[in-house]
């Protein structure tokens, strides 16, 4: 199964193209130009350098959150934007699922992506993988505080490898915790289009591609207008 | 010549919309998904908010405009974008879909000023209309006085140099309690009340004839208010915005004027929101009509943000060759006039 992926989550722009297991292309860029003006430039050109076609894919992935809501935004819109016109089913894949698909299974240890949320926050979850490299939530995705986090790895006690941009706002507070920790070099430690498409081909075996108009962002955390008008005990805009 | 299809999307604010024009002059499709029910709760368009509800709106939009259209994306010969001015985040969800839309179907991408779109409504509305005109932009983000010389060149001759007069209609509407949004409401409540009753102050910019400010005006509606309340005087509301409302039309229709007169102009067409007002389209008209001027102004669905003026100004881009690139940006505060 062809499968081109894009991951805009985090500082990374990265998209992906997968054929049954091999990443056939994947380009990343990593520096501050603004993923709307290279996402799709990145996409041309590896398609064209694959001879690939948009309406050969059978589907299209998309790294749907938690991150940034604006990043999150382009690249629901253009894996949308790409698969409405062949009707061509999408992956609403995790992101922190996606990263750790991206460092591959890892012997005994937890595997735990951690994106910076900001305000002292990350957004974490934990997997284990098995034999077969299937990965299993063990921790379910949300938004964490280190002293939190420390204490709900404590409760699993298992070793754990820490990757992704989170790493920094958690590690004294893992490590302070006692908790058996390894953290994954930064060449390895981003979010990649790769591991969106690698965890796509798993969510496709399991029946969970959707519809492009079912496509959208998870971003674990609600805006600020309807953080306020709840904490002022109003019901957030869409229940009221 | 072949007909020009353009599937066109816009989605600079609180609209997500999309639509299906041909040759610039025909809205075969025009759908609107507004989210004014979930900003009415906050008072005002709050941009987090806006940009979810595009993304989850767009694909269904976009598939009913090509319905209702009759057509499939095989029949659109480009696709056009709004991207700038307008709300960042709420710009590149039509910009980042519109994008690999024409991308996976191999058609050219166009980008659009969306202030050109809200001039272009009127050629949608008026077949016969051509440049050169002139033209007033007025809507809860713009106040443009603009001298169209040709569909793509335009001098801007006054803008406002603190609200847009929409902004000033919400802040008003706000302040004597009939919410948001302003412009409809004020209109509603305006037309049981005496235009004469207070005079509110018209500000005068030195050495700018054309330029606008309405702060003033919503300041003196403030400070009435708060004057009567502390004398203990209840405010008769309709008289209050009916006033409010005469001193911002005749401004607007004064300005106008000026620049038709004093370049001899026979033609003046008025866009954007705050140009569904029903006392500033009788004004202008009236205004116009003692001229000799040709009045236009589009009918109120194409006053609001849409699509199909969108399409409509795209039409002219497409037939002066000027495309965009994979890597269009939006541009929040694009310059009138401006491309990519």
């Known amino acids: ?240 | 010549m072949k007909d020009i299809r353009i599937l066109a999307i816009e989605s600079s604010c609180d609209e997500t919309a999309a639509a299906v024009v041909v040759n610039g002059r025909e809205a075969l499709s025009n759908v609107i998904n507004s989210q004014i029910a979930v900003h009415t709760l906050y008072g005002g368009v709050v941009p987090e908010i806006a940009s979810r509800a595009h993304i989850q709106n767009i694909n269904p939009v976009i598939r009913a405009a090509l319905d209702e259209a009759h057509m499939t994306l095989e029949d659109i010969d480009a696709v056009a974008v709004t991207y700038g001015p307008g709300l960042v985040g709420s710009l590149l969800v039509g910009v980042a879909e519109a994008k690999a839309l024409a991308w996976a179907t191999g058609k050219p991408l166009i980008g659009v000023h969306h202030i050109e779109g809200h001039i272009a409504a009127n050629y949608i509305a008026s077949k016969d209309l051509k440049p050169p005109f002139a033209a007033l932009v007025v809507s809860g983000g713009h106040t443009h006085l603009v001298m169209v010389q040709d569909y793509d060149r335009f001098e801007i001759i006054g803008r406002t140099r603190d609200d847009a007069a929409g902004e000033a209609f919400d802040k008003v509407a706000r302040a004597v309690g009939l919410g948001y949004p302003g412009g409809p409401k004020i209109d509603k409540e305006a037309k049981n009340g005496n235009p004469h009753a207070i005079e509110f102050p018209i500000a005068h910019i030195d050495g700018a004839p054309y330029d606008f400010s309405f702060s003033g005006i919503k300041s003196a509606v403030l400070n009435y208010l708060n004057e009567a309340k502390m004398k203990g005087e209840t405010v008769n509301r309709a008289d209050l915005v009916a006033s409010f409302q005469q001193a911002v039309v005749t401004t607007l229709v004064s300005h106008s004027m000026q620049l038709v007169c004093e370049r001899h102009l026979d033609k003046l067409v008025i866009a954007g929101g705050v140009s569904a007002n029903s006392a500033l389209r009788k004004a202008m008209k009236e205004a116009c009509d003692e001229q000799g001027v040709a009045f236009y102004c589009p009918p109120l669905i194409l006053c609001t943000d849409n699509a199909a003026m969108i399409g409509s100004a795209a039409y002219y881009e497409y037939c002066k060759g000027h495309f965009a690139g994979w890597d269009l940006n939006a541009v929040p505060n694009l310059k009138l006039g401006e491309r990519a």
């Open chain 1, 1 to 240: 199964m062809k499968i081109l992926a894009i991951e805009s989550a985090t500082e990374s722009a990265s998209c992906a193209l997968t054929q049954d297991g091999k990443v056939v292309a994947e380009f990343t860029l990593q520096n501050k130009q603004t993923h709307s003006q290279t996402l799709l430039p990145m996409i041309d050109a590896m398609c064209a350098m694959t001879g690939t076609k948009p309406d050969e894919l059978d589907a299209v992935a998309v790294s749907r959150g938690p991150g940034s809501f604006t990043g999150l935004r382009i690249g629901a819109a253009t894996g949308k934007g790409i698969a409405l016109p062949f009707e061509t089913k999408m992956a609403s894949v995790p992101t922190l699922y996606g990263m750790a698909f991206a460092i591959g299974p890892a012997a005994d240890r937890l595997i735990v992506p951690l994106i910076d949320a900001r305000r002292q926050h990350v957004y974490a979850a934990g997997y284990s993988a098995g034999k077969d490299g299937a990965l299993t939530e063990e921790l379910a995705e949300c938004v964490i505080s280190a002293q939190d986090l420390a204490a709900r790895l404590q409760e699993a006690g298992k070793p754990v490898l820490l990757t992704g941009d989170g790493v920094k706002v958690v590690l004294p507070a893992l490590e302070a915790a006692g908790i058996d920790v390894r953290v994954c070099p930064p060449a390895l430690s981003y979010a990649r289009a790769a591991g969106v498409a690698l965890a796509a081909e798993q969510m496709a075996r399991e029946g969970k591609l959707i519809s492009s108009d079912e496509m959208a962002p998870e971003y674990l955390r609600l805006s600020q207008a309807e953080r306020k008008r709840r904490e002022a005990g109003n019901p957030a805009g869409k229940e009221a």
